[in-house]
């Protein structure tokens, strides 16, 4: 728990990390500002606040709302299954197992989010695809930022408030949402390409089963070294 607590609120990561948090919000901005240029329908902040299943609150409490709701689901979703599933299925292999639970996970906002209701049964598929998108790219950021959960947080954040609320309706939501599923096609190649190494130190925050055992192992020896059974362990044990 103090690990996962520790990976929670790892701020001191590469300013690098935080730009690319930011792409998903400033794909939303980038659409909104063409809007106004082109004397389209530009978003307003009151357009911002109205998110999809929440009463209408003002700005300040929907992000607080939504920032708390990103942070349950990162540290489910990323710094415990991520994590677990990373050293066995590698960042691919985890990002879509993680993306198959998510995706189903999501079925009973169906009938509360505004624009899934408005997809219809159509909203299946568009899920399985932008959600699992969104979990290779997640579980990518997770891992190279060296398991800070904050990262994701800050781009799951930026992703729903640029394509939940009202603000995010037409160009700039699907803006933010075809970026993520580019950057995804992109990894996905990265990760698939002949000859690839994993990144080195990618998973040096992600504690193994050997390694747990291994700490049990050494705690066990440790404590009867210190006890008067130490006799049984032989004359080669010493404990330093």
């Known amino acids: 728990l103090a690990h996962l607590v520790g990976r929670t609120l790892r701020w001191r990561v590469a300013l690098r990390w935080y730009v690319l948090a930011a792409v998903p919000f400033v794909l939303f901005l980038a659409g909104?500002?063409?809007?106004?240029?082109t004397g389209g329908s530009a978003p307003t902040l009151d357009q911002l606040a109205t998110y999809s299943g929440l009463p209408r609150l003002g700005l300040g409490p929907v992000v607080l709302i939504v920032l708390l709701g990103c942070f349950g689901e990162e540290i489910g979703w990323r710094g415990f299954v991520q994590a677990e599933l990373r050293p066995r299925l590698g960042v691919l292999g985890a990002g879509l197992a993680v993306a198959t639970v998510w995706a189903t996970w999501h079925l009973p906002l169906v009938p509360v989010v505004e624009s899934?209701?408005?997809?219809?049964f159509g909203v299946v598929p568009m899920l399985i695809l932008g959600l699992g998108s969104g979990a290779i790219v997640l579980g990518w950021?997770?891992?190279?930022?060296?398991?800070?959960?904050?990262i994701?947080?800050?781009f799951h954040l930026g992703?729903?408030?640029g394509s939940a609320t009202l603000a995010g309706k037409g160009l700039p939501a699907a803006l933010a949402t075809t970026g993520v599923m580019v950057w995804a096609v992109l990894i996905i190649i990265a990760e698939l390409r002949p000859g690839r190494r994993p990144a080195a130190g990618s998973t040096e925050f992600t504690p193994s089963r050997r390694a747990r055992f291994a700490s049990l192992?050494?705690?066990t020896v440790r404590m009867l070294l210190r006890s008067p059974f130490r006799r049984l362990l032989g004359p080669g044990m010493l404990l330093v």
Not at 141 to 150: A, C, F, K, N, V
């Open 32 to 37: 909104a500002g063409f809007l106004a240029a």
């Open 159 to 161: 992703l729903n408030m």
């Open 141 to 150: 950021l997770y891992d190279r930022s060296g398991g800070s959960i904050l």
């Open 152 to 154: 994701t947080v800050l």
């Open 217 to 219: 192992r050494d705690a």
């Open 116 to 120: 899934y209701r408005q997809m219809g």
